[in-house]
């Protein structure tokens, strides 16, 4: 590595290939004397001071960048303002633009789910981290509200949907897709599963997820599969971006909480809290013989209305052994018959048959 007296061009600071990765050049120019920072900018030309700004690799964290090798689903699990929304962005702009403003990127049909419309509206096109912040002015898109569509100089369009709606991801085809905050969707399965349809253009069609960490089944699955990188980040990583007296506040009223846990360590909680039962209560057993109980129970918990919106009729057939030493006992589910009734009779009849 040159000494800091030496000559840095801005093309060996945003290399990736070099032993400190990404961060070198940020975090050189951030430690660096004033004098060494004053040096650095003198040296750079005309073209070279204007391009900085928007040269997100020189600047960018660990976490925002995306990972190397071959994937479908890139899931950045971070929490409270630690960069997610800037790192969704910056992968668009890598993903449409081109060498120059009308030159063709890598993709030109993209996909901006949110939780609602309004949500990928106001945050991930129009968010101080957004994608409109974060683009050049010689790229910066336009954005139509009428069509909810960015089109950027080169022809490149980028669509925003709301997950609450998946049917409106049926039809559309797309190279490439950001989804943010997928924990927080109302229909996170529904949606997800008509975005993995349309994701189907191109050589190799890519998706973003940009989330805090929940206990979301559909979450769980994308991070199982083989397909699927990660890269995490708690919200002290962006400190440095952040109000100081945002993460004292925050420490100081929800210390030692699950609510901190979950949106600021960076923790997937799989447990619920004040849950009466834990996973660690719960064994899966292969052969189950009815005659071994000494009850045998169908419980049913029946919804207060019925409408779309209504909950779910609960129906669970338990065994249960209750002879002997108290922890010797066990409660075994035989069968979950659990479904939306259209109405009373509906869930009385399966309970009684069950």
Same mark, same amino acid.
């Given at each position: ?14 290399s ?9 050049? #940020? #975090?050189?120019?951030?430690s660096? &004397? ?21 040269? =997100?690799?020189?600047? &960018?964290?660990?976490h925002q960048?995306?990972?190397?090798? @071959?994937?479908?689903?890139w899931?950045? $699990? ?9 790192? %969704? ?9 081109? +060498? ?5 990127g890598?993709?030109?049909?993209? *996909? ?7 949500? &990928? ?12 912040a974060? *683009? ?8 139509s509200?009428?069509?909810?569509? $960015? ?45 993995? =349809?349309?994701?189907?253009? %191109? ?13 979301? *089944? ?14 995490? !980040?708690?919200?002290? #990583?962006?400190? !440095?971006? $952040? ?5 004292? @506040? ?5 210390? %030692?909480?699950?609510? /901190? ?27 189950? @013989? ?19 919106? +209504? ?7 338990? %065994? ?5 030493? /108290? ?10 018959? +659990? ?8 869930? /009385?009849?399966? /309970?009684?048959?069950?």
């Amino acid at each position: 590595m040159k000494s800091p007296n030496q000559k840095k061009p801005v093309a060996k600071l945003t290399s990736t290939s070099t032993p400190c990765g990404s961060q070198l050049g #940020a #975090a050189w120019i951030a430690s660096a &004397a004033p004098r060494v920072q004053k040096d650095f900018l003198k040296e750079l030309t005309e073209d070279e001071l204007r391009a900085l700004p928007w040269m =997100f690799e020189f600047w &960018a964290m660990e976490h925002q960048l995306p990972p190397e090798g @071959d994937w479908r689903t890139w899931v950045i $699990l971070g929490g409270r303002g630690a960069g997610k929304t800037r790192a %969704g962005s910056e992968w668009i702009r890598q993903m449409v633009e081109g +060498s120059r403003p009308k030159m063709p990127g890598r993709c030109a049909r993209v *996909a901006l789910v949110g939780e609602t419309l309004d949500q &990928a509206r106001e945050v991930m096109v129009f968010g101080e981290s957004g994608i409109l912040a974060c *683009a050049p002015p010689d790229r910066r898109p336009h954005w139509s509200a009428t069509r909810r569509q $960015l089109t950027w100089p080169n022809g490149a369009v980028a669509q925003i949907y709301s997950a609450s709606d998946p049917e409106s991801l049926r039809g559309p085809q797309f190279d490439c897709a950001w989804v943010d905050e997928l924990a927080k969707w109302k229909k996170p399965q529904e949606a997800w599963d008509m975005l993995q =349809f349309a994701l189907r253009l %191109g050589d190799n069609p890519q998706q973003l997820v940009t989330t805090t960490p929940r206990n979301v *089944a559909t979450l769980k699955e994308i991070l199982a599969r083989d397909n699927t990188r990660s890269t995490h !980040a708690s919200t002290d #990583a962006n400190r !440095a971006n $952040l109000a100081k007296s945002f993460l004292q @506040d925050v420490r100081a009223k929800y210390a %030692g909480t699950r609510l /901190a846990r979950q949106e600021l360590d960076l923790v997937l909680l799989d447990q619920e809290e004040g849950a009466l039962w834990s996973h660690a209560h719960f064994t899966r057993s292969a052969e189950v @013989d009815l005659n071994s109980f000494d009850r045998i129970v169908v419980a049913v918990d029946p919804p207060v209305t019925h409408s779309k919106s +209504s909950d779910e009729c609960g129906i669970v057939v338990v %065994g249960a052994r209750t002879q002997g030493p /108290a922890q010797s006992w066990r409660a075994t589910v035989l069968a979950d018959l +659990s479904f939306k009734p259209k109405s009373p009779n509906d869930w /009385a009849r399966r /309970a009684i048959a069950a």
